[in-house]
């Protein structure tokens, strides 16, 4: 069965302090592996695809890496403005046609 | 350009009411989802469609139903509203190859 699971549930940073956010995933036949940030009362705004074990996308303190069973997320120097869900989501085999999401993990950043 | 507008943002129904939550984009997607997202939860799949026409069930589609007679237009309709249908509704498109884009959500609470 396709599954994703995402840790830590929660995690509170001080600005600054550098750390990464975990995504497992089981599926066969990977076809994209998908980053979302959630702000409250919002939907997910999408921030990076990932096809291929080795792959990495940056964007701004973001980065994403890629295994053949796990992804992470790596937020540098983090600030404020960064609290919010970041939610992973997978497609392919049995799902090509439908994205798995984990859910979520809900970061925190104090100033 | 609005992307993806879900009406409405917030209702409250009575158990045994019906409503049709309303999804429509302008981005020209051949995909459309819809999902629920409960507390602390990732999104559940509720029903998809892969273009005018053709309408699938997700993960969680009993007490729902759709219709998708536009590409512009994906309606979800509750029958016979029930507590445990208390959740955010979001609807999502998708190009082929791309990652999926949502709207903003519809807030429903069934007493």
Same mark, same amino acid.
């Given at each position: 069965e396709?599954?994703?699971?995402?840790?830590?549930?929660?995690?509170?940073?001080?600005?600054?302090?550098?750390?990464s956010?975990?995504?497992?995933?089981?599926?066969?036949?990977?076809?994209?592996?998908?980053?979302?940030?959630?702000?409250?009362?919002?939907?997910?705004?999408?921030?990076?695809? !990932?096809?291929?074990?080795?792959?990495?996308?940056?964007?701004?303190?973001?980065?994403?890496?890629?295994?053949?069973?796990?992804?992470?997320?790596?937020?540098?120097?983090?600030?404020?403005?960064?609290?919010?869900?970041? !939610?992973?989501?997978?497609?392919?085999?049995?799902?090509?046609?439908?994205?798995?999401?984990?859910?979520?993990?809900?970061?925190?950043?104090?100033? | 350009?609005?992307?993806?507008?879900?009406?409405?943002?917030?209702?409250?129904? +009575?158990?045994?009411?019906?409503?049709?939550?309303?999804?429509?984009?302008?981005?020209?997607?051949?995909?459309?989802?819809?999902?629920?997202q409960?507390?602390?939860?990732?999104? +559940?799949?509720?029903?998809?469609?892969v273009?005018?026409?053709?309408?699938? +069930?997700?993960?969680?589609?009993?007490?729902?139903?759709?219709?998708?007679?536009?590409?512009?237009?994906?309606?979800?309709?509750?029958?016979?509203?029930?507590?445990?249908?208390?959740?955010?509704?979001?609807?999502?498109?998708?190009?082929?190859?791309?990652?999926?884009h949502?709207?903003?959500?519809?807030?429903?609470?069934?007493?």
């Amino acid at each position: 069965e396709d599954q994703v699971t995402q840790s830590p549930e929660a995690l509170r940073l001080q600005e600054g302090e550098s750390s990464s956010l975990n995504c497992s995933y089981t599926v066969s036949g990977l076809r994209g592996l998908f980053w979302y940030r959630q702000d409250p009362g919002k939907g997910p705004e999408f921030l990076f695809t !990932l096809y291929s074990a080795g792959e990495e996308k940056e964007k701004e303190r973001l980065k994403a890496t890629l295994t053949k069973k796990e992804s992470f997320l790596h937020i540098t120097a983090p600030k404020p403005e960064d609290s919010a869900t970041y !939610l992973c989501a997978v497609t392919g085999g049995s799902s090509a046609s439908k994205i798995i999401f984990g859910s979520g993990t809900r970061l925190s950043i104090r100033p | 350009n609005a992307g993806v507008t879900q009406t409405p943002k917030f209702r409250i129904l +009575k158990i045994g009411q019906s409503m049709t939550l309303q999804c429509t984009q302008d981005m020209n997607h051949n995909y459309m989802y819809w999902y629920r997202q409960d507390p602390g939860m990732g999104l +559940k799949l509720i029903y998809y469609s892969v273009g005018a026409g053709i309408t699938d +069930k997700g993960e969680v589609p009993n007490g729902y139903n759709v219709s998708r007679s536009t590409t512009e237009d994906f309606p979800l309709r509750l029958e016979l509203a029930a507590p445990s249908q208390t959740s955010v509704y979001f609807c999502a498109t998708q190009g082929y190859g791309q990652p999926q884009h949502f709207g903003d959500g519809t807030r429903l609470s069934i007493l």
